[in-house]
Protein backbone atom coordinates (compact mmCIF):
# COMPACT_ATOMS: atom_id res chain seq x y z
CA UNK A 1 0.00 0.00 0.00
CA UNK A 2 1.33 3.60 -1.25
CA UNK A 3 2.10 5.51 2.24
CA UNK A 4 1.70 8.28 -0.24
CA UNK A 5 0.63 9.55 -3.43
CA UNK A 6 2.87 10.37 -6.04
CA UNK A 7 2.26 14.24 -6.21
CA UNK A 8 2.69 14.11 -2.57
CA UNK A 9 6.29 12.64 -2.90
CA UNK A 10 7.41 14.85 -6.08
CA UNK A 11 6.34 18.48 -4.24
CA UNK A 12 8.23 20.42 -2.37
CA UNK A 13 7.90 21.45 0.89
CA UNK A 14 9.66 23.25 3.42
CA UNK A 15 10.38 20.19 5.70
CA UNK A 16 12.59 18.44 2.71
CA UNK A 17 16.12 17.12 3.51
CA UNK A 18 18.00 18.80 0.95
CA UNK A 19 21.77 17.85 -0.76
CA UNK A 20 24.16 20.55 -1.37
CA UNK A 21 26.93 18.76 -2.16
CA UNK A 22 28.05 15.44 -3.30
CA UNK A 23 31.25 14.64 -4.22
CA UNK A 24 33.57 11.68 -4.66
CA UNK A 25 36.88 10.72 -4.91
CA UNK A 26 37.92 9.19 -8.20
CA UNK A 27 37.67 5.35 -7.97
CA UNK A 28 41.29 3.81 -8.25
CA UNK A 29 42.00 -0.43 -8.87
CA UNK A 30 43.15 -1.99 -5.71
CA UNK A 31 47.06 -2.69 -5.49
CA UNK A 32 47.37 -1.33 -9.15
CA UNK A 33 46.06 1.71 -9.19
CA UNK A 34 46.84 5.75 -8.17
CA UNK A 35 45.43 5.41 -4.59
CA UNK A 36 46.45 2.32 -3.70
CA UNK A 37 49.87 4.40 -1.53
CA UNK A 38 46.73 6.33 -0.24
CA UNK A 39 45.37 5.74 3.28
CA UNK A 40 41.44 5.42 3.71
CA UNK A 41 41.18 8.21 6.07
CA UNK A 42 43.44 10.31 4.08
CA UNK A 43 40.70 9.62 0.68
CA UNK A 44 38.17 10.70 3.66
CA UNK A 45 39.72 13.78 4.67
CA UNK A 46 40.15 14.80 1.35
CA UNK A 47 36.58 14.49 0.04
CA UNK A 48 35.61 16.21 3.36
CA UNK A 49 38.18 19.27 2.54
CA UNK A 50 36.44 19.17 -0.99
CA UNK A 51 33.00 19.40 0.28
CA UNK A 52 34.23 22.60 2.73
CA UNK A 53 36.04 23.87 -0.64
CA UNK A 54 32.65 23.25 -2.63
CA UNK A 55 30.39 25.29 -0.43
CA UNK A 56 32.73 28.25 1.61
CA UNK A 57 29.19 29.98 2.81
CA UNK A 58 28.73 26.82 5.58
CA UNK A 59 30.97 26.75 8.68
CA UNK A 60 32.39 24.22 9.62
CA UNK A 61 30.98 24.42 12.90
CA UNK A 62 27.32 24.24 11.26
CA UNK A 63 28.17 20.99 10.39
CA UNK A 64 26.25 18.52 13.34
CA UNK A 65 27.17 15.20 12.78
CA UNK A 66 28.73 13.28 9.99
CA UNK A 67 27.78 9.71 9.33
CA UNK A 68 30.80 7.55 7.25
CA UNK A 69 30.19 4.10 5.53
CA UNK A 70 33.19 2.12 6.14
CA UNK A 71 33.16 -1.83 5.81
CA UNK A 72 36.61 -3.47 6.41
CA UNK A 73 38.87 -1.38 8.39
CA UNK A 74 39.63 -2.35 11.57
CA UNK A 75 37.83 -1.42 14.57
CA UNK A 76 35.00 -0.11 11.97
CA UNK A 77 37.04 2.75 10.81
CA UNK A 78 35.88 4.93 13.77
CA UNK A 79 39.07 6.38 14.48
CA UNK A 80 40.17 6.90 11.06
CA UNK A 81 37.40 8.95 10.03
CA UNK A 82 37.46 11.01 13.43
CA UNK A 83 41.06 11.25 12.45
CA UNK A 84 39.68 12.67 8.90
CA UNK A 85 37.16 14.88 9.80
CA UNK A 86 39.60 16.51 12.13
CA UNK A 87 42.28 16.87 9.64
CA UNK A 88 39.73 18.15 7.03
CA UNK A 89 39.36 21.08 9.29
CA UNK A 90 35.71 20.42 11.19
CA UNK A 91 35.98 21.16 14.94
CA UNK A 92 36.00 19.22 17.10
CA UNK A 93 32.07 20.12 18.28
CA UNK A 94 31.23 18.14 14.90
CA UNK A 95 29.91 14.50 15.62
CA UNK A 96 30.84 11.07 13.89
CA UNK A 97 29.75 7.79 13.49
CA UNK A 98 30.43 4.47 11.66
CA UNK A 99 28.02 2.49 9.49
CA UNK A 100 28.95 -0.82 8.25
CA UNK A 101 25.97 -2.44 6.22
CA UNK A 102 28.18 -3.77 3.79
CA UNK A 103 28.07 -2.38 0.06
CA UNK A 104 25.52 -0.51 1.33
CA UNK A 105 26.97 1.34 3.55
CA UNK A 106 27.65 5.03 2.63
CA UNK A 107 23.79 4.82 1.13
CA UNK A 108 23.03 3.85 4.40
CA UNK A 109 24.91 6.85 5.90
CA UNK A 110 22.76 8.99 3.99
CA UNK A 111 19.03 7.63 4.87
CA UNK A 112 20.72 8.15 8.48
CA UNK A 113 21.72 11.61 8.44
CA UNK A 114 18.48 12.24 6.39
CA UNK A 115 16.33 10.58 9.37
CA UNK A 116 18.09 13.03 12.04
CA UNK A 117 17.39 15.88 10.11
CA UNK A 118 13.83 14.79 9.73
CA UNK A 119 13.25 14.20 13.40
CA UNK A 120 14.92 17.63 14.17
CA UNK A 121 17.93 16.20 16.06
CA UNK A 122 20.42 17.83 13.88
CA UNK A 123 19.77 20.39 10.77
CA UNK A 124 23.02 19.64 8.83
CA UNK A 125 25.02 16.61 8.41
CA UNK A 126 27.48 14.59 6.00
CA UNK A 127 26.75 11.14 5.15
CA UNK A 128 30.12 9.77 3.78
CA UNK A 129 32.27 6.52 2.74
CA UNK A 130 35.72 5.24 2.66
CA UNK A 131 38.04 2.08 1.66
CA UNK A 132 40.91 1.33 0.77
CA UNK A 133 40.66 -2.52 -0.50
CA UNK A 134 44.26 -2.40 -1.27
CA UNK A 135 45.44 -2.12 2.17
CA UNK A 136 42.26 -3.85 3.89
CA UNK A 137 40.86 -6.21 1.44
CA UNK A 138 40.85 -10.06 2.11
CA UNK A 139 39.71 -12.21 -0.77
CA UNK A 140 38.51 -14.84 0.97
CA UNK A 141 35.86 -15.20 2.87
CA UNK A 142 36.20 -16.40 6.53
CA UNK A 143 36.79 -19.99 7.21
CA UNK A 144 34.02 -22.09 8.32
CA UNK A 145 35.47 -24.40 10.28
CA UNK A 146 36.13 -21.31 12.79
CA UNK A 147 32.96 -20.56 14.01
CA UNK A 148 31.77 -23.89 15.08
CA UNK A 149 29.47 -23.61 18.13
CA UNK A 150 27.21 -21.49 15.51
CA UNK A 151 27.68 -24.18 12.43
CA UNK A 152 26.91 -26.80 15.12
CA UNK A 153 23.33 -25.27 15.18
CA UNK A 154 21.34 -27.66 13.32
CA UNK A 155 18.43 -25.52 12.41
CA UNK A 156 20.50 -22.14 11.45
CA UNK A 157 23.33 -23.96 9.87
CA UNK A 158 22.93 -23.38 6.39
CA UNK A 159 21.79 -19.49 6.89
CA UNK A 160 25.01 -18.75 8.91
CA UNK A 161 27.16 -20.48 6.21
CA UNK A 162 25.89 -18.56 3.85
CA UNK A 163 26.50 -15.70 5.61
CA UNK A 164 30.14 -16.18 4.73
CA UNK A 165 29.56 -17.51 1.56
CA UNK A 166 32.04 -15.52 -0.72
CA UNK A 167 30.33 -13.47 -2.73
CA UNK A 168 31.82 -14.82 -6.03
CA UNK A 169 29.82 -17.94 -5.25
CA UNK A 170 26.26 -16.27 -4.06
CA UNK A 171 27.22 -14.51 -7.95
CA UNK A 172 27.32 -18.04 -9.56
CA UNK A 173 23.97 -18.94 -7.28
CA UNK A 174 22.30 -15.93 -9.15
CA UNK A 175 23.48 -17.09 -12.60
CA UNK A 176 22.33 -20.55 -12.23
CA UNK A 177 18.95 -20.03 -10.36
CA UNK A 178 17.78 -17.47 -12.76
CA UNK A 179 19.41 -18.28 -16.11
CA UNK A 180 22.07 -15.32 -16.53
CA UNK A 181 24.08 -17.14 -19.21
CA UNK A 182 28.03 -16.05 -19.26
CA UNK A 183 27.77 -14.43 -22.71
CA UNK A 184 25.23 -12.27 -21.37
CA UNK A 185 27.34 -11.08 -18.40
CA UNK A 186 30.44 -10.40 -20.86
CA UNK A 187 28.17 -8.35 -22.72
CA UNK A 188 26.95 -6.11 -19.86
CA UNK A 189 30.48 -5.65 -18.80
CA UNK A 190 31.04 -4.50 -22.14
CA UNK A 191 28.89 -2.26 -22.69
CA UNK A 192 29.24 -0.93 -19.08
CA UNK A 193 32.79 -0.38 -19.66
CA UNK A 194 31.94 1.66 -23.01
CA UNK A 195 29.41 3.93 -20.93
CA UNK A 196 32.16 4.91 -18.60
CA UNK A 197 34.40 5.63 -21.01
CA UNK A 198 32.21 8.06 -23.24
CA UNK A 199 31.27 9.82 -20.02
CA UNK A 200 34.77 10.18 -18.57
CA UNK A 201 35.87 11.15 -22.35
CA UNK A 202 33.01 13.50 -22.44
CA UNK A 203 33.71 15.05 -18.84
CA UNK A 204 30.69 13.62 -17.41
CA UNK A 205 31.88 12.96 -13.93
CA UNK A 206 34.11 16.29 -13.64
CA UNK A 207 31.55 17.95 -11.71
CA UNK A 208 31.40 14.94 -9.15
CA UNK A 209 34.84 14.43 -8.56
CA UNK A 210 36.88 15.93 -6.03
CA UNK A 211 41.24 15.40 -7.31
CA UNK A 212 43.02 13.80 -4.47
CA UNK A 213 46.69 15.01 -3.85
CA UNK A 214 48.82 12.08 -2.83
CA UNK A 215 51.96 10.18 -2.99
CA UNK A 216 52.81 7.16 -5.34
CA UNK A 217 55.69 4.45 -5.95
CA UNK A 218 55.95 1.85 -9.15
CA UNK A 219 55.82 -1.50 -8.30
CA UNK A 220 57.23 -4.63 -10.26
CA UNK A 221 55.43 -7.39 -11.60
CA UNK A 222 55.84 -9.33 -7.95
CA UNK A 223 54.29 -6.34 -6.59
CA UNK A 224 57.56 -4.93 -4.90
CA UNK A 225 57.67 -1.03 -4.67
CA UNK A 226 60.90 0.52 -6.89
CA UNK A 227 62.20 3.73 -7.96
CA UNK A 228 61.36 6.86 -5.48
CA UNK A 229 58.16 7.84 -4.02
CA UNK A 230 56.78 10.89 -5.71
CA UNK A 231 53.57 13.54 -4.77
CA UNK A 232 50.71 12.87 -7.49
CA UNK A 233 47.26 14.69 -7.94
CA UNK A 234 44.63 11.65 -9.42
CA UNK A 235 41.87 13.00 -10.90
CA UNK A 236 40.41 10.51 -13.07
CA UNK A 237 39.05 6.73 -12.64
CA UNK A 238 41.47 4.69 -13.70
CA UNK A 239 39.84 1.26 -13.68
CA UNK A 240 37.75 2.31 -17.15
CA UNK A 241 38.59 -0.71 -19.89
CA UNK A 242 37.97 1.53 -23.27
CA UNK A 243 38.93 -1.00 -25.53
CA UNK A 244 37.21 -3.71 -23.65
CA UNK A 245 35.74 -6.40 -26.30
CA UNK A 246 33.56 -9.49 -25.90
CA UNK A 247 36.49 -11.67 -27.25
CA UNK A 248 38.69 -10.38 -24.33
CA UNK A 249 36.33 -11.41 -21.63
CA UNK A 250 35.42 -14.48 -23.02
CA UNK A 251 38.85 -15.45 -22.69
CA UNK A 252 38.61 -15.20 -18.82
CA UNK A 253 38.58 -17.86 -16.67
CA UNK A 254 36.02 -18.25 -14.12
CA UNK A 255 37.00 -16.81 -11.09
CA UNK A 256 35.32 -18.38 -8.26
CA UNK A 257 33.82 -21.95 -9.09
CA UNK A 258 35.75 -24.47 -12.27
CA UNK A 259 32.24 -24.41 -13.97
CA UNK A 260 31.12 -20.67 -13.17
CA UNK A 261 30.31 -17.64 -15.32
CA UNK A 262 32.05 -14.72 -13.24
CA UNK A 263 34.62 -14.00 -14.01
CA UNK A 264 37.04 -11.11 -13.46
CA UNK A 265 35.83 -8.91 -16.30
CA UNK A 266 31.89 -9.63 -15.50
CA UNK A 267 32.53 -8.18 -11.70
CA UNK A 268 32.74 -5.33 -9.86
CA UNK A 269 36.41 -4.17 -9.37
CA UNK A 270 38.37 -4.74 -6.02
CA UNK A 271 38.91 -0.73 -5.86
CA UNK A 272 40.15 2.48 -3.51
CA UNK A 273 37.95 5.74 -3.18
CA UNK A 274 36.05 8.10 -0.93
CA UNK A 275 33.01 10.36 -1.01
CA UNK A 276 30.59 12.55 0.68
CA UNK A 277 27.04 13.75 0.29
CA UNK A 278 26.24 17.16 2.46
CA UNK A 279 22.43 17.15 4.02
CA UNK A 280 20.94 19.67 6.11
CA UNK A 281 17.12 21.01 6.42
CA UNK A 282 15.48 23.00 3.62
CA UNK A 283 15.07 25.69 6.25
CA UNK A 284 18.91 25.26 6.94
CA UNK A 285 19.99 25.98 3.46
CA UNK A 286 17.75 28.94 3.12
CA UNK A 287 18.78 30.32 6.33
CA UNK A 288 22.45 29.77 5.27
CA UNK A 289 21.88 31.61 1.74
CA UNK A 290 22.42 28.43 0.02
CA UNK A 291 18.91 27.64 -1.44
CA UNK A 292 20.78 28.14 -5.00
CA UNK A 293 23.11 25.84 -4.08
CA UNK A 294 20.91 23.07 -3.67
CA UNK A 295 21.46 19.80 -5.88
CA UNK A 296 18.30 17.66 -5.02
CA UNK A 297 16.69 16.39 -2.17
CA UNK A 298 16.67 12.79 -0.50
CA UNK A 299 12.84 11.65 -0.39
CA UNK A 300 13.30 8.13 0.80
CA UNK A 301 15.48 5.13 1.53
CA UNK A 302 14.49 1.07 2.23
CA UNK A 303 16.23 -1.85 3.29
CA UNK A 304 15.52 -5.34 2.86
CA UNK A 305 16.40 -8.93 3.61
CA UNK A 306 17.13 -11.86 1.19
CA UNK A 307 18.70 -15.11 1.04
CA UNK A 308 22.24 -14.88 1.86
CA UNK A 309 23.17 -17.08 -0.62
CA UNK A 310 21.54 -15.52 -3.24
CA UNK A 311 22.32 -11.71 -1.75
CA UNK A 312 22.61 -10.01 -5.46
CA UNK A 313 18.51 -10.37 -5.61
CA UNK A 314 18.00 -7.30 -3.00
CA UNK A 315 17.12 -4.41 -5.20
CA UNK A 316 14.71 -6.93 -7.01
CA UNK A 317 13.11 -6.60 -3.61
CA UNK A 318 14.11 -3.37 -2.41
CA UNK A 319 12.76 -1.43 -5.47
CA UNK A 320 9.06 -2.57 -5.25
CA UNK A 321 8.98 -1.81 -1.06
CA UNK A 322 10.43 1.77 -2.08
CA UNK A 323 8.09 2.72 -5.10
CA UNK A 324 5.30 0.96 -3.12
CA UNK A 325 5.83 3.64 -0.38
CA UNK A 326 6.20 6.68 -2.54
CA UNK A 327 3.62 6.01 -4.90
CA UNK A 328 5.70 6.21 -7.79
CA UNK A 329 6.22 3.13 -10.62
CA UNK A 330 8.97 2.53 -12.60
CA UNK A 331 7.89 4.69 -15.38
CA UNK A 332 8.53 7.89 -12.94
CA UNK A 333 11.90 7.47 -12.88
CA UNK A 334 14.35 9.31 -15.01
CA UNK A 335 17.25 7.72 -14.08
CA UNK A 336 18.87 4.77 -11.91
CA UNK A 337 22.03 3.97 -9.96
CA UNK A 338 22.34 0.22 -10.08
CA UNK A 339 25.31 -1.26 -8.40
CA UNK A 340 26.94 -3.72 -10.82
CA UNK A 341 28.72 -5.86 -8.08
CA UNK A 342 28.53 -9.07 -10.88
CA UNK A 343 27.12 -8.78 -13.91
CA UNK A 344 25.26 -12.06 -13.09
CA UNK A 345 22.88 -10.31 -10.20
CA UNK A 346 22.50 -6.96 -12.53
CA UNK A 347 21.03 -8.85 -15.22
CA UNK A 348 18.84 -10.58 -12.97
CA UNK A 349 17.23 -7.26 -10.99
CA UNK A 350 17.17 -5.29 -14.43
CA UNK A 351 14.59 -8.38 -15.43
CA UNK A 352 12.87 -8.51 -12.20
CA UNK A 353 11.96 -5.14 -12.04
CA UNK A 354 11.42 -4.91 -16.43
CA UNK A 355 13.99 -2.38 -16.46
CA UNK A 356 15.86 -4.03 -19.31
CA UNK A 357 14.38 -1.50 -21.82
CA UNK A 358 15.60 1.63 -19.08
CA UNK A 359 19.02 0.40 -19.45
CA UNK A 360 19.12 -0.15 -23.38
CA UNK A 361 17.72 3.43 -23.54
CA UNK A 362 20.00 4.67 -20.93
CA UNK A 363 18.01 5.57 -18.44
CA UNK A 364 19.72 2.94 -16.22
CA UNK A 365 23.55 3.27 -15.55
CA UNK A 366 24.12 5.34 -18.40
CA UNK A 367 27.57 6.69 -16.91
CA UNK A 368 28.49 2.64 -16.69
CA UNK A 369 28.50 1.25 -12.71
CA UNK A 370 30.48 -0.25 -10.83
CA UNK A 371 32.16 -3.27 -13.08
CA UNK A 372 33.43 -0.21 -15.41
CA UNK A 373 34.02 2.11 -12.19
CA UNK A 374 35.05 -0.08 -9.64
CA UNK A 375 33.26 -0.54 -5.97
CA UNK A 376 35.42 0.71 -2.80
CA UNK A 377 32.56 -1.33 -0.53
CA UNK A 378 31.98 1.44 1.78
CA UNK A 379 32.08 4.15 -0.56
CA UNK A 380 30.04 3.12 -3.22
CA UNK A 381 26.79 4.06 -2.06
CA UNK A 382 27.56 8.05 -1.49
CA UNK A 383 29.32 7.41 -5.27
CA UNK A 384 26.50 6.69 -6.44
CA UNK A 385 24.08 9.39 -5.01
CA UNK A 386 27.11 11.62 -6.43
CA UNK A 387 26.68 10.32 -10.05
CA UNK A 388 22.75 10.25 -9.88
CA UNK A 389 22.27 13.87 -8.62
CA UNK A 390 24.78 15.39 -10.72
CA UNK A 391 23.86 12.80 -13.77
CA UNK A 392 20.19 13.78 -13.42
CA UNK A 393 21.04 17.79 -13.14
CA UNK A 394 23.35 17.68 -16.76
CA UNK A 395 20.13 16.30 -18.80
CA UNK A 396 17.05 16.85 -19.62
CA UNK A 397 15.66 13.82 -19.13
CA UNK A 398 13.79 13.93 -15.60
CA UNK A 399 14.61 14.43 -12.34
CA UNK A 400 13.63 11.68 -10.24
CA UNK A 401 16.32 8.82 -9.44
CA UNK A 402 16.86 5.98 -7.79
CA UNK A 403 19.84 4.14 -5.97
CA UNK A 404 20.09 0.72 -5.11
CA UNK A 405 22.46 -1.72 -4.01
CA UNK A 406 22.92 -5.52 -3.06
CA UNK A 407 24.42 -5.99 0.34
CA UNK A 408 26.88 -9.40 1.59
CA UNK A 409 24.69 -11.32 4.01
CA UNK A 410 21.19 -10.91 2.27
CA UNK A 411 20.09 -7.96 1.75
CA UNK A 412 18.56 -5.07 -0.61
CA UNK A 413 18.38 -0.99 -0.52
CA UNK A 414 16.73 1.59 -2.35
CA UNK A 415 16.80 5.45 -2.05
CA UNK A 416 14.93 7.82 -4.02
CA UNK A 417 16.15 11.46 -5.08
CA UNK A 418 14.64 14.27 -7.02
CA UNK A 419 16.89 16.47 -8.38
CA UNK A 420 16.24 20.22 -8.37
Not at 42 to 61: D, G, I, N, Q
Not at 105 to 114: D, K, W, Y
Not at 296 to 303: E, N, S
Not at 329 to 346: G, M
Request: aromatic fraction near 4%; glycine fraction near 10%; include cysteine.
Amino acid sequence: MSLRTAAETLARSASDVVIVSALRTPICRAYKGGLRDAYPEELLASVLAATRAAVPELPPAAVEDVAVGVVLSELGGSKAARMALNHAGYPNSTTLHTVNRACASSLQAVSAVAAQIRTGAISVGIAAGMESMTRNYGSRAVPQDVWPALLDEAVAAKDVRDCVLPMGLTSENVARRYGVSRADQDAFAVESHRRAAAAQASGAFDAEIAPVRTRFQEVDKEGRKVGAERAVTVARDDGVRAGATLEALARLRPAFAPDGASTAGNSSQVSDGAAATLLMSRAAAAELGLSRAVLGRYVAGVTVGCAPDEMGVGPALAVPRLLAATGLTPRDVHRWELNEAFASQALHCLRALDLEDAWRDGRVNPDGGAIALGHPLGATGARMVATLLHGLRRTAKGDVGVATLCIGTGMGHAALFVAE
